[in-house]
């Protein structure tokens, strides 16, 4: 008998058609004798939904409140699941975040996860039910709701399996695993059936949406093995879709295992200001306090040697906070300057293969500048070069990419 932890996203769960689907599913893994729990995010559209009736009233939301309204999007979703497995004959219990007791820090909407008591959780599988969770919520210390932000379900799912020592967690999402790169962005993408932990946290970190970062980062820590197949709809019943392991295999047969691009890119520069210590923590602190994060970051010395000219990059939805903060910041450091653009975005290749290989930013550069591609900015890891270019590019950089670097080939 095996413990699995499956996650349904919001294109799984978006009808009652497809509410239905799910169920069966499970219903056929506990058939098999194992014990399920399943963790679900809002119906398709709904969280969409309730940001819009929030905006329609306020501006800029309270977060308090923003965290309270989210919430209750998952919450239709496992009482109307599990409705469906009782109709099945499945005994089944829906808990929200705060009743099987996720406690997370009080960063509201986009909390982390600090601790998860599963005894309640173990207690209901023990008494042969499947336990339908909430996901993308929990509660702090006070008692108050809070958020994990968007794609936080596969970090409740994996922190759950971690809770509960689960066999597998299972990560069911409109894709039968982890591409190459976008297939919507190139057709000859090739699904992956393995991929190291550590590609997968670059790839989720650079702009990969099959996974958030924060659910890798939990599987890696907590060495859950984690698998993403297709969801009830799309499946394909020999699929096995991409098991995310903790070896490292075929090194020198893969150099790129994969090519991530995020569209939600936005590069601030203040221009002018004090080359001396300190500085970058003037600039970035109070950015940092904001809870703002950063991304790229670049510092340059300028002509008179006296001033410096300081880049960083952050999410698109947190640029007209960070550049009235940079404002802020200027007139206090008497720069020059302060220069923003929200229209960039960032192409990154990953594999665990570059360790070996060398030439691999020369031949990226080379194919990228063949397009007549600009880069803006570099940053690169053992395992990673990220480059920054105009977004009108993505999709022609990405294709020349995967063209150069032969990724459409099968292992």
């Not at 509201?108 to 959780?121: E, Q, T, W, Y």
């Not at 591409?179 to 090739?190: G, S």
Request: include cysteine; charged fraction near 25%; aromatic fraction near 4%.
């Amino acid at each position: 008998m095996s413990l699995i932890v499956q996650k349904y996203g919001g294109t799984s769960v978006g009808s009652i058609e497809r509410i239905k689907a799910v169920a069966a599913r499970v219903r056929t893994w506990r058939e098999r004798g194992d014990r399920v729990v399943v963790v679900v995010s809002a119906m398709l559209g709904e969280t969409d939904r309730l940001v819009a009736l929030a905006k329609a009233i306020q501006a800029r939301p309270n977060p308090r409140e923003m965290d309270v309204l989210l919430s209750t999007g998952e919450q239709v979703t496992i009482a109307l699941l599990s409705m469906a497995l009782e109709d099945l004959g499945c005994p089944a219990k829906s808990y929200t975040g705060g009743q099987v007791h996720i406690r997370t820090d009080s960063a509201h909407n986009k909390a982390r996860i600090r601790k998860i008591d599963g005894a309640r959780v173990k207690a209901d599988l023990d008494a042969g039910c499947v336990v339908v969770v909430a996901g993308f919520q929990g509660v702090d210390e006070a008692g108050d709701i809070t958020t994990l932000g968007r794609g936080g379900s596969d970090t409740s799912a994996v922190a759950m399996a971690a809770a509960l020592g689960a066999d597998e967690c299972q990560i069911y999402t409109d894709v039968d695993g982890v591409y190459t790169t976008d297939p919507r962005i190139e057709p000859r993408a090739r699904k992956l059936n393995r991929i190291t932990f550590e590609e997968m946290l670059e790839m989720a970190s650079l702009g990969s949406k099959v996974l958030q970062i924060r659910a890798v980062e939990f599987a890696g820590k907590y060495r859950v093995p984690l698998r993403v197949l297709p969801s009830p709809k799309f499946e394909d019943e020999d699929g096995e879709g991409t098991l995310i392991s903790f070896e490292e295999e075929a090194v020198e047969g893969a150099v790129i295992s994969g090519i991530a691009s995020n569209r939600d890119e936005a590069k601030l520069t203040i221009l002018g200001v004090p080359d001396q210590p300190g500085v970058a923590h003037k600039i970035l602190g109070p950015i940092a306090e904001a809870n703002i994060e950063v991304d790229m970051i670049i510092q340059n010395v300028t002509a008179d040697e006296a001033t410096t000219d300081f880049t960083f990059t952050v999410h698109r939805n947190d640029y007209e906070r960070a550049l009235e903060i940079l404002d802020t910041t200027a007139r206090s450091l008497a720069a020059r300057e302060v220069a923003g653009d929200d229209r960039i975005v960032k192409i990154s290749l990953v594999g665990v293969g570059m360790r070996s290989h060398a030439g691999i930013a020369s031949k990226m550069f080379a194919a990228l500048a063949k397009e007549g591609i600009n880069i803006q900015m570099i940053s690169t890891s053992e395992i990673k070069i990220s480059v920054v270019v105009d977004e009108k590019y993505l999709e022609l950089g990405v294709r020349a990419l995967h063209q150069a670097f032969e990724l459409h080939h099968g292992d």
